[in-house]
């Protein structure tokens, strides 16, 4: 058996996970698993998927969530990166690709969790790219943000890329693929070709936060659509830039 995506059959199931990516079918992903027997599956507690539960986390501004919460079991840790979807249609649920994160954590009440930015949503589809899930772990979706922005700025903030947040990796010394945008306008950034390193040692980091290392001669990343500043299509033909680092 080489079952690299996968569903539940079961009605009303909305999470789908592939390994690596989730094609339009199992055939055509063309991933494969670094060992033999390794498996990575998930259910959840019954609860129900249209309602959501105010929720407050110091981590980051999720201010809801789905009450349904997903366990995965993973044999030997050996499966990696997935991408994780969840279909909402039907559900109710309405807003843009910043109100949704991906919560994880290690306990059943989702106390500390790590919570990663939504990579796209698209017809009623939320996904979420590079997510490695360990065994034991539980997940639901965040289905709102408050609005924030770099330095409480939010107002005609394009775009938002975050050292610590909607990194590709978060294995340090490793090469960042892609870089989510936080500011909900989509402007992300993607390799090309020759990618900088995530970094999160304690000799490379800022402030006790990782960093994203470019070594000044070949490293890059493509950004994503930046017409609306480059017109003033949207900012009247002025434009700030800030960038921190050393």
Not at 13 to 22: A, E, K, P, Q, R
Not at 185 to 211: C, E, K, M, Q, R
Not at 222 to 233: E, P
Request: charged share 15%; net charge negative.
């Amino acid at each position: 058996m080489n079952q690299l995506q996968s569903q539940s059959a079961n009605s009303g199931s909305i999470v789908t996970m592939g390994l690596g990516d989730i094609a339009t079918d199992n055939a055509a992903n063309t991933n494969s698993f670094a060992n033999n027997d390794a498996y990575l599956i998930w259910g959840n507690d019954g609860a129900s998927a249209t309602q959501a539960s105010n929720v407050a986390y110091a981590e980051d501004v999720v201010t809801q969530r789905m009450l349904r919460i997903w366990r995965a079991d993973e044999n030997a840790g050996t499966v990696g990166n997935t991408d994780i979807s969840f279909d909402l249609t039907g559900l109710g649920y309405s807003g843009s690709l910043s109100d949704y994160s991906l919560i994880i954590s290690d306990a059943a009440g989702l106390t500390t969790p790590t919570i990663i930015p939504a990579s796209s949503f698209t017809s009623d589809v939320v996904t979420f790219t590079n997510v490695n899930l360990t065994d034991g772990q539980y997940f639901t979706l965040g289905t709102a943000r408050t609005a924030c922005g770099p330095g409480g700025v939010s107002t005609d903030l394009y775009m938002w890329l975050r050292a610590d947040e909607g990194t590709s990796t978060s294995d340090n010394n490793t090469s960042l693929t892609t870089w989510t945008d936080r500011s909900g306008n989509s402007t992300n950034a993607t390799s090309d070709g020759n990618p900088p390193l995530y970094l999160n040692n304690t000799t490379d980091n800022i402030n006790f936060n990782p960093v994203i290392d470019f070594d000044g001669t070949n490293h890059r990343l493509t950004v994503g659509n930046l017409a609306n500043i480059k017109s003033g299509a949207t900012n009247g033909g002025d434009y700030t830039m800030i960038g921190v680092g050393i």
